[in-house]
Every structure is written in structure tokens, then in C-alpha cells.
Nanobody
Framework: VQLQASGGGLVQAGDSLRLSCKASGNWDSLNEINLMAWYRQAPGKQREEVAAITRGGSTVYKDSAKGRFTISRDNAWNMVYLQMDNLQPEDTGVYFC??????????WGQGTLVTVSS
């Protein structure tokens, strides 16, 4: 499974960005993806989960993301999105998409940088 993240950029506080993550690879492995998530790694900090979505469409969010971020997926489960509204400087970091527990392996995308200026 390969995960390719895109959509990051430099924005001002209050702006919006939409991150995309494309999953590709072996069909049998793709069919075993039941959960995908977005993580953020801020400068000097550990990577943390921001939002996650199950194949069934259930979602969870980090408290600071609730009400501002929306995670979604397409029906084919090939694309996962993170709509980020009202961005704040503390949202700055490298955002990674993640697919855990896929036949015993966790996959990570390459990361996309989001920088929010005040």
C-alpha cells in the first residue's frame, strides 16, 4: 500500500486548507484497510493523531480539531480528505496520512507541510 498526501501550504490564521491522501497498491491489501487517519507532527513535538475515519464512516477527532476539521473519504476508499477550517498557528506541522493494521502492517504517507501564520 502506498499513501500519497497532498494539499499543504502556507496560510494565514482563519484560512482553510483541504488535505488529500490517495491510497494505491495491491487490491487485496487495499481491501483490508478499515481505518485511516491523519496525524500531525509539530516542530519539536511528537506525532499525534488529529482525526480518523473507519470504513463504515465513523469518525474521531482530537479535541482541538473538533468543530474545525472534517475527515471524509470517497466511497471507493481510495481517497481520504481532511478539511481544515479556521486554521490557527498551533495547527502548524507536517501532516501524515496513516493506514494501520493492514495485514499486520502500518502504512504512512510522506507528509505534507501546513504552516499557519498569525
Amino acid at each position: 500500500v502506498q499513501l500519497q498526501a497532498s494539499g499543504g501550504g502556507l496560510v494565514q490564521a482563519g484560512d482553510s486548507l483541504r488535505l488529500s491522501c490517495k491510497a494505491s497498491g495491491n487490491w487485496d491489501s487495499l481491501n483490508e484497510i478499515n481505518l485511516m487517519a491523519w496525524y500531525r507532527q509539530a516542530p519539536g513535538k511528537q506525532r499525534e493523531e488529529v482525526a480518523a475515519i473507519t470504513r463504515g464512516g465513523s469518525t474521531v477527532y482530537k479535541d482541538s480539531a473538533k468543530g474545525r476539521f472534517t475527515i471524509s473519504r470517497d466511497n471507493a476508499w481510495n481517497m481520504v480528505y481532511l478539511q481544515m477550517d479556521n486554521l490557527q498557528p498551533e495547527d502548524t506541522g507536517v501532516y501524515f496520512c496513516n493506514a494501520p493494521y493492514v495485514l499486520g502492517t502500518t502504512y504512512w504517507g510522506q507528509g505534507t507541510l501546513v504552516t499557519v501564520s498569525s
